[in-house]
């Protein structure tokens, strides 16, 4: 007996949980400064208050079309598509400003890049003007290949 009564209880307590799940009532009111408030019970200040029943009893998740699907799927690939493109201009510009980085601070010479003259002066060396070379052709090749990038090519 006391088995029974408590399948019973379980089934009175399921019902009563579930009769709000499909029977919800929801108020849409206009107070007297025109706002319109919607809620589960109606405010006493309001103008005007309709009393809405919400049809809950078709709930659950509709699978997509296959429009929508498709839809999906191409919005998907071309926001790839966009960000891959924008990954490669960040890139080129990264490296751009790496290479103008290198070649400002490489102005310097090294210290095996003088040489003494005869009247104690000093005066550059051939392997400093090939390095400045270098980063030169560093920073053009970097700044073609954003302006190639930016292109779409």
């Known amino acids: 007996m006391?088995?029974?009564?408590?399948?019973?209880?379980?089934?009175?307590?399921?019902?009563?949980?579930a009769y709000p799940a499909?029977?919800?009532?929801?108020?849409?009111?206009?107070t007297p400064?025109?706002?319109?408030?919607?809620?589960?019970?109606?405010p006493?200040?309001?103008?005007?208050?309709?009393k809405r029943q919400m049809d809950t009893s078709k709930q659950g998740v509709v699978p997509p079309?296959?429009?929508?699907?498709?839809?999906?799927?191409?919005?998907?690939s071309e926001r790839k598509a966009g960000e891959s493109s924008q990954d490669r201009v960040r890139r080129a510009e990264i490296a751009l400003h790496d290479a103008?980085?290198?070649q400002s601070m490489?102005?310097?010479?090294?210290?095996?890049?003088?040489?003494?003259?005869?009247?104690?002066?000093?005066r550059l060396t051939d392997a400093y003007w090939e390095r400045q070379k270098k980063l030169e052709d560093a920073v053009a090749t970097a700044r073609r290949n954003l302006e190639k990038v930016r292109a779409g090519k």
């Open 22 to 30: 499909c029977a919800q009532t929801l108020y849409k009111s206009i």
């Open 100 to 102: 103008e980085v290198a």
């Open 65 to 76: 079309s296959d429009r929508e699907k498709a839809a999906l799927k191409k919005m998907q």
């Open 44 to 50: 006493a200040d309001a103008v005007k208050t309709e």
């Open 33 to 42: 400064d025109g706002r319109v408030v919607y809620s589960d019970k109606p």
């Open 106 to 122: 490489g102005k310097e010479p090294q210290a095996n890049e003088r040489l003494g003259t005869v009247s104690g002066n000093q």
């Open 2 to 17: 006391p088995v029974r009564f408590a399948s019973i209880a379980s089934l009175a307590l399921f019902a009563a949980l």
